[in-house]
């Protein structure tokens, strides 16, 4: 079944046809909604909620991109879940046990197909983006991620985000200006091959 | 590296691809000339590599949707027909309040016209102030009149200066009336002593009554010619419309507020 076919189905009331199209997007939803709002169990609730969301709205989808239709919806949910959370008390990043005590590992990052050095690195390198990414303010942190970790280009970013292109552009330039210096200070946990981009510009 | 807002933009935008071919053409020949901007390009190449490389999480859990999650809610009453009520209340009580001060205001209005003026009165007062010198002096003139009188009168009271048939020589009367007057008291004084003290006696006896009872309520309103005042039991029928309008409205609000508040939970 492909996702019109899904869509359809969808909007005639069948929720596993639904449950088929939050199987295969639940990845980029909630990938996309953790580098917004930084916090998993916040990602983890604004995801929900968007899948909630865009089921009760499928019929305002009018053919066209899928994933940017759905990623506007989910862009909403961050807000909307973003400023819920920062009225309540600061949930800790850091993963914690029912205790209260860290956890070594997050379930979230587990890969079983890799080994635990790989594991590592790549919890590292993603914590060290979080990390930088959370120092932006969040109008510029949902354009970076949709553009630089979604892959969108700008007038997709501009429909999902609901503005101009100009300023699409604009918060793009500065959220990457205010990235680097904070990314450098990171550079030995990136693979060898990103070691070495823009050494020309900062010998 | 002095480099421009709009310039940082558009490396960016030139690094995606996104733009236009003069804008294109425009910045190659730009940074052909300008070394720095082909070390701002590569700090850009550098974080959207980096960004790029974002290792993508698994998600914690299964997000697939189940029918409680995206039933649709029975509608639950919103407290409509207390808050309906409620407003209802609310604009009768503004409205009988604003009657009430209207037509309090506008009585106040009315008396006050027919009232004298505070003006009128202060010039009243001031005319009183301005006659009372002339007043004086005609009630002195007037004084002036009667002292003769009255120094006769204490010639009259003392019977030794008053002989049977002997004129009071001695009173110098300038006005005819009082001569008349002095004669018809010498008259009457002709008794001598006798009749003096009859008189005192009738003074005494008259002093020496008890004073007047006090006037019953008959007195002052004889049957079927004067009425008293109707008591009637004055009931402020608006306030009494205004307190319950204004308790009823509180009390609709707080209905409607606590069905709020339960649908919520």
Redesign the interface.
């Known amino acids: 079944m492909n996702l019109k076919e899904q869509i359809s189905k969808s909007l005639e009331g069948d929720?596993d046809a639904?449950?088929q199209i939050?199987?295969e997007y639940?990845?980029l939803?909630?990938?996309q909604a953790?580098?917004v709002i930084g916090e998993?169990d916040a990602a983890?609730d604004a995801?929900?909620e968007a899948?909630?969301s865009a089921?009760?709205k499928l019929h305002t989808y009018r053919g066209g991109s899928f994933k940017s239709w759905l990623l506007r919806i989910v862009s909403n949910a961050c807000y909307d879940e973003y400023r819920r959370r920062q009225r309540q008390p600061v949930v800790p990043l850091t993963p914690e046990n029912d205790q209260g005590e860290d956890l070594e590992s997050a379930?979230?990052?587990?890969?079983p197909a890799e080994n635990p050095e790989e594991f590592a690195q790549?919890?590292e390198?993603?914590n060290a983006?979080q990390t930088c990414l959370n120092r932006l303010e969040l109008e510029f942190r949902a354009v970076?991620v949709l553009?630089?970790?979604q892959?969108m280009?700008?007038a997709s970013a501009a429909a999902v985000v609901d503005s101009p292109l100009g300023t699409v552009?604009?918060r793009?330039?500065?959220a990457?200006?205010s990235?680097?210096d904070c990314?450098?200070g990171f550079k030995e946990l990136?693979?060898p091959s990103?070691r070495h981009?823009?050494?020309?510009?900062?010998e | 590296m002095k480099i421009s807002n709009r310039e940082w933009a558009q490396l960016s935008a030139y690094l995606d691809g996104e733009l236009s071919q003069r804008e294109l053409i425009k910045l190659q020949n730009r940074m052909e000339e300008d070394p720095d901007l082909n070390a701002a390009l590569e700090e850009i190449r550098y974080v959207k590599s980096v960004l790029t490389h974002t290792p993508l999480l698994s998600v914690p859990r299964n997000f697939k949707l189940t029918s409680a999650m995206v039933e649709v809610p029975h509608r639950r009453s919103q407290a409509w027909g207390y808050r309906l009520a409620a407003a209802a209340l609310s604009f009768l009580f503004i409205g009988v309040v604003v009657l009430d001060i209207g037509s309090g205001v506008l009585k106040s209005g009315m008396l006050g016209a027919e009232a004298p003026r505070a003006e009128e009165v202060m010039l009243e007062a001031a005319a009183d102030e301005l006659e009372e010198p002339a007043v004086l002096a005609v009630e002195k003139a007037a004084e002036e009149e009667v002292a003769p009188a009255a120094e006769m009168e204490e010639v009259v009271k003392a019977p030794e200066k008053f002989d049977s048939g002997q004129e009071g020589d001695s009173v110098r009367m300038a006005e005819g009336e009082t001569e008349t007057i002095l004669e018809e008291t010498n008259r009457d004084y002709s008794g001598g002593e006798d009749a003096w003290e009859e008189e005192s006696q009738e003074l005494e006896n008259g002093l020496s009554l008890d004073e007047e009872p006090m006037p019953t309520e008959a007195d002052y309103y004889p049957e079927q010619e004067i009425s008293r005042p109707v008591e009637t039991l004055a009931i402020p029928w608006m306030r009494i419309l205004e307190i319950a309008l204004g308790l009823g409205a509180i009390g609709l609000w707080g209905a409607a507020w606590i069905k709020r508040q339960k649908n919520r939970k």
Do not use: C, H, M
Not at chain 1, 107 to 111: A, H
Not at chain 1, 197 to 202: K, Q, R
């Open positions: 929720l639904f449950n939050v199987l639940q990845s939803v909630y990938n953790y580098r998993p983890a995801t929900q899948f909630i089921y009760k379930p979230w990052l587990e890969d790549r919890k390198l993603s983006i970076v553009v630089d970790i892959g280009d700008y552009k604009s793009l330039s500065r990457r200006r990235l680097q990314l450098r990136f693979p990103l981009v823009g050494e020309v510009a900062s």
